[in-house]
């Protein structure tokens, strides 16, 4: 039974579980015990699949970070004016946090303690950048607001984006459909709450 | 001059040091032992001006509560078209936030776990909600975009203006002021990115 039980596990189910209880307790605060338990394998049978958490957190936060700049990469972020490339990487950015939340809610709480914790932030900040400097193409078109600071509005821009991981849930039947979060995102930050006179 | 040291001591000060502490361990993660280090007093001098931990928590997130619904009595905010209350209250919560920083920073982070942490986080909503029922009444007079969901739309708002507390800094002579701030989450929020058409 423990066999058959650990021969289920794989580096993809493990790593879900690692999210979790990372999301939960706090990276610094989950120990491979905590892992175990969660995971209801032996420690043994962890390393049997990776050298330890940090590891664990390295794939959890690369396939936060793929998401993210594999939108880039995207027709739609490569071609057209630079308003609507930014208006499509925001629209996609909201759409891979929502599908990957757990992932991407890690991605955004890793504080820099370990050397992948740093990597991560750096890879992080290196996406924030390509958005700015998109947004700084827009504004050069003449197709931003004059009187907004570009890096101003971008930190405003994810922290509206970035916000979703604290109340989004993705339960179906209650809340609200991935491609309405999408919409009002991208309304509200580029058309605002006004009516438009 | 440990007698001295520990008499230039004032609820205030004592307050100041413990939501500094609060905000760095996080509120579970600290004990007294932790705020007497921080302080550099002894624990039963902490014990003379407060009965403990929680009553320190609930006197700063008080503090943030206070300055936060104060805003909702200002002329500003009782006075006039909908719409333009939302934009007072809107821009009065980011000066608030910036002008209390550590202390919503900690009402921000509070998750539940004792009696005045789930009053903190119900008193929060509270004020999520009286926000959300101006910008009802806004979109009723037909001022705001009817394409937007008012609940998501103020959860969005919401978290833009939260998000503040992760990266504004109020380092003098570094980084943009507090009006400069409040008049581009103004800006943002209600006409959006996109120069007017």
Redesign the interface.
């Known amino acids: 039974m423990t066999t058959a039980r650990r021969d289920t596990y794989t580096p993809e189910t493990l790593l879900s579980v690692a999210v979790r209880v990372f999301n939960e307790r706090g990276y610094d605060g989950t120990s491979m015990e905590h892992l175990s338990k969660a995971a209801g394998i032996s420690k043994s049978s962890i390393y049997h699949h990776v050298s330890g958490k940090e590891e664990l957190l390295r794939r959890a936060v690369s396939r936060a970070l793929d998401g993210l700049f594999g939108i880039l990469d995207e027709p739609g972020a490569t071609r057209g004016r630079a308003?609507e490339r930014v208006e499509y990487v925001t629209r996609r950015t909201v759409e891979v946090l929502m599908a990957e939340l757990p992932y991407v809610t890690l991605l955004l709480r890793v504080r820099g303690n370990t050397r992948t914790e740093r990597w991560a932030m750096e890879r992080r900040r290196d996406f924030d950048h390509r958005v700015a400097d998109l947004?700084k193409a827009a504004a050069a078109d003449?197709?931003?607001?004059?009187?907004?600071?570009t890096r101003?509005?971008t930190?405003?821009?994810?922290?509206?984006v970035?916000?979703?991981v604290?109340?989004y849930r993705p339960q179906v039947g209650t809340g609200?459909d991935r491609q309405?979060?999408a919409?009002?995102?991208v309304?509200?930050?580029?058309?605002?709450?006004?009516?438009?006179?």
């Not at 309304?187 to 009516?195: E, I, K, Q």
């Open positions: 308003l947004l003449g197709d931003l607001r004059a009187d907004l600071d101003l509005a930190r405003l821009l994810f922290g509206m970035n916000s979703l604290e109340w609200y309405q979060v919409d009002a995102v309304r509200l930050a580029f058309d605002g709450l006004r009516t438009a006179p």
